[in-house]
């Protein structure tokens, strides 16, 4: 088959399995999954050279981990050190030791035993950062928690691979002798990418970026991800290692961002080709000859690694919830267990028979991630209902007259404005850890959904007179519009809009005041801008306030055809034609200084 009907053959799986996963709320990365085994050799068979098309889809991973690494500056990346060599020791250590001794138990030989309880010790980092991307759980503690114990078990890859020739039976074991020496090359090459990099990386982008083709910073930014990487792979390190560095080296940069919007749309490709590959890689054959054993063991190794750490966050100071969050998140096995076991295989440290049956255990214990992740939060709510809890805090409204529904950015400053004016509010938010984070600052917040009525009525909505609608989440936000609306008509909502179209959904359900999010802001930063370009102060407000007026005329002649695609795109470019010849004739009425000082307009003398 050539390699454009198996390109189709990827994208057609994927535009089918996606949507509808997402759709049935189980999430964008078990849509690739479910595409890779319908695809795969167990099941149609359309695609089968799994192995290369595996090498290469891992590329996405090690993009992934060069954006991240882009979010992380150096200063950031050092605060993390506790946790990234806390935690992450911790779970590995732990984990292998207790998986090794049950893999000892079942009858494996001490060395097989000892590579599988390190290999099942590790997690998947591309399964939990999409997922809890996905979530929007990456800056919750648990999320960061997470991200730290990822780190460390990449780290880890170092003495991981120096120590499977150690372990190796046979005649291979002659090549143990050479293992620390390659750990000493692996550390000699972290540390000239480490200085190295810093002294040579912004000055080469330097360079191409004043070149100005915009393909060509593409192209050196794809080059550099993948040389850093093959450099990595060639003394035995990950390549996501490699990637994570040269992401943390470049991240205070001024090409940070540049590089990031480069980057994106190929890391996204990648990584749903690498998601499709593993589920490709699943041997439904080894399922259906064991299914009870299989069953069993993917169980087993989900159960003790959550187990373990559920007690790691508990000892690390982790709420309840956050900590059976971490749990479920990095419960199941992960890509580098693939390499490890394959290498072991080659050293003859483990069966191939083994390494096949670990190889499905780690597969469907990733596709279990979401539904661990889902017992999860109904494990909570049950305990919450065992409890005799609500849904939300008890909440003591008193006479507020305002009730904030979403305490981020812009509720704590609504807030922060009517707590020193001394008008009592009641702020709502439905992150746990937001509201428990908030209320160590002393502000005065409950937790609950704001679309719920049963909380609505406990916030005492009826008697209030304006409800704040500042809710980050589009969906959410229109969800809870609609359920004020409908339920308290009285009650005067201001709102919060992310982007145009929200504005006008809100605007169906008569909000009294929609304010679009950083468009004020944007105007200031333009008039300063100006100013800083020369303009008087007097042009550069006039200026703004034009483009002020002009947008929100369009925006409300635009709210009449927004349902209407055609007649919305033939509005915008009928828009901007104005704008352009208002400022033009802004420009012909400009005020001017004759010889005797006195200020006229050329309209005066036509």
């Known amino acids: 088959m050539s390699l454009l009907s198996e390109t189709a053959i990827f994208l057609a799986a994927a535009v089918i399995c996606v949507p509808l996963f997402r759709r049935l709320k189980l999430g964008a990365v078990l849509g690739y999954l479910a595409a890779g085994v319908i695809i795969g050799p167990s099941v149609l068979r359309l695609v089968t050279a799994v192995d290369n098309i ?14 991240i690494g882009l979010e992380l500056q150096p200063s950031r990346l050092w605060v993390l050190r506790k946790s990234v060599f806390g935690l992450g020791s911790a779970q590995v250590f732990v984990t292998a030791v207790a998986l090794g001794l049950a893999g000892y138990a079942f009858g494996l030989t001490w060395q097989s035993a000892t590579v599988a309880g390190l290999g099942l010790a590790m997690s998947s980092t591309a399964f939990v950062l999409q997922i809890l991307a996905e979530r929007r759980q990456l800056t919750t503690r648990s999320g960061r928690s997470a991200f730290a114990i990822l780190l460390f078990q990449d780290l880890a890859v170092i003495p991981l691979l120096a120590l499977i020739p150690l372990l190796a039976i046979g005649p291979q074991v002659a090549h143990g002798a050479d293992a620390w020496l390659a750990a000493l090359k692996a550390l000699a090459v972290i540390a000239a990418v480490v200085f190295g990099g810093r002294l040579v990386l912004k000055r080469v982008f330097a360079i191409i970026a004043r070149v100005g083709i ?9 080059l550099l991800v993948i040389a850093i990487s093959l450099l990595m792979t060639t003394v035995g390190l990950s390549m996501s290692l490699g990637a994570f560095l040269a992401g943390v080296l470049l991240a205070d940069s001024e090409y940070r961002h540049e590089l990031e919007a480069a980057i994106e749309p190929f890391k996204g490709l990648l990584l749903g080709l690498f998601f499709i590959s593993v589920g490709m890689s699943v041997d439904l054959g080894v399922v259906a000859r064991e299914p009870m054993t299989i069953v ?6 989900m159960v003790v690694k959550a187990a373990i750490l559920l007690a790691i966050g508990k000892l690390s100071g982790h709420s309840a919830e956050s900590g059976r969050n971490l749990a479920a998140a ?23 028979v083994v390494v096949d049956r670990l190889v499905v255990i780690v597969t469907l214990s990733m596709a279990l991630t979401p539904a661990a992740l889902a017992v999860s939060d109904a494990w909570s709510r049950r305990l919450k209902k065992a409890r005799g809890e609500k ?5 003591d409204a008193g006479e507020s007259q305002v009730i904030i529904a979403g305490f981020g950015r812009v509720g704590q400053i609504v807030g922060r404005v009517l707590y020193v004016k001394k008008i009592p509010f009641t702020a709502l938010d439905r992150n746990a850890e937001q509201v428990e984070t908030v209320r160590r600052f ?19 909505a009826d008697k209030a007179k304006i409800f704040v609608l ?18 308290f008509p009285e009650l005067k909502i201001y709102a919060r809009a992310r982007n145009r179209f929200h504005a006008y959904r809100l605007r169906d359900l008569g909000c009294e005041l929609i304010e679009r999010e950083t468009f004020r802001s944007s105007l200031h930063l333009t008039e300063e801008m100006l100013v800083g370009l020369g303009l008087s102060s007097w042009e550069a407000q006039l200026t703004v306030a034009r483009f002020k007026s002009h947008d929100e005329q369009t925006l409300d002649r635009q709210y009449a055809v927004y349902h209407d ?32 000082g006195a200020v006229f307009s050329p309209s005066d003398v036509r």
């Open 54 to 67: 595996l090498h290469f889809a891992e590329l996405g991973v090690v993009l992934l981990l060069f954006v």
């Open 214 to 222: 915009e393909e060509i910073f593409t192209a050196a930014a794809l």
């Open 296 to 301: 069993a063991l993917v169980i087993g190794l």
């Open 330 to 352: 990095l419960s199941q096995g992960g890509e580098f267990a693939f390499v490890l076991f394959n290498l072991a295989a080659g050293y003859q440290v483990m069966d191939t």
């Open 391 to 395: 849904p939300f805090d008890v909440i």
């Open 442 to 460: 002393g502000s005065k917040v409950y937790y609950g959904d704001a679309s719920r009525i049963d909380l609505l009525r406990a916030a005492k």
């Open 470 to 487: 500042a809710i980050d989440d589009v969906e959410a936000s229109i969800k809870t519009a609609e359920t004020v609306r409908r339920n």
């Open 565 to 596: 695609e055609t007649k919305l795109r033939q509005t915008s470019i009928e828009a901007a034609k104005e704008l352009e010849g208002l400022f033009e004739q802004d420009r012909e009425d400009a005020p001017e200084i004759n010889a005797d």
